[in-house]
């Protein structure tokens, strides 16, 4: 079970964050989902696929070429980490920020369940 789940969080980052594909969106976040650490218009969590979409959206547009690259994943039992890094270049408003133009990198740590 460990190596599907890590193979689904890879196809994850793959699928909707490097191809831009929304609508893998909705196959692999669950309507009970919770994404912790990211909140919608009033603060609360976004939970479902419903509520991930416009902050997917709004990444995306700020960040058009955006790529993860998973660079550690260890799963036990039905959870996965994964470490990764994030590059693209900032091409529209989003979080407060004017577009710059210029590239952006950050990495991060997600737990998934």
């Given at each position: 079970?460990?190596?599907?789940?890590k193979?689904?969080?890879r196809?994850?980052?793959?699928?909707v964050?490097?191809k831009?594909?929304a609508?893998?969106?909705d196959e692999?976040?669950?309507?009970?989902g919770?994404?912790?650490?990211?909140?919608?218009a009033?603060?609360q969590?976004?939970r479902g696929?419903?509520n991930?979409k416009?902050?997917?959206?709004k990444?995306?547009?700020?960040?058009p070429?955006?790529?993860?690259?998973?660079?550690?994943?260890?799963?036990?039992?039905?959870k996965?980490a994964a470490r990764c890094?994030?590059?693209g270049?900032h091409r529209?408003d989003?979080l407060?920020f004017a577009?710059?133009?210029?590239?952006?990198e950050?990495?991060?740590?997600c737990i998934?369940?």
């Open positions: 079970m460990s190596e599907e789940n193979a689904l969080v196809r994850w980052f793959e699928e964050w490097n831009g594909r609508e893998a969106i692999m976040f669950a309507e009970d919770t994404a912790h650490g990211l909140a919608d009033g603060g969590p976004l696929p419903a991930f416009p902050f997917f959206q990444l995306r547009d700020a960040l070429d955006t790529q993860v690259t998973v660079e550690d994943l260890v799963a036990e039992g039905d996965v890094s994030v590059r270049t529209g989003t407060g577009a710059s133009g210029r590239a952006v950050f990495t991060g740590i998934v369940r």
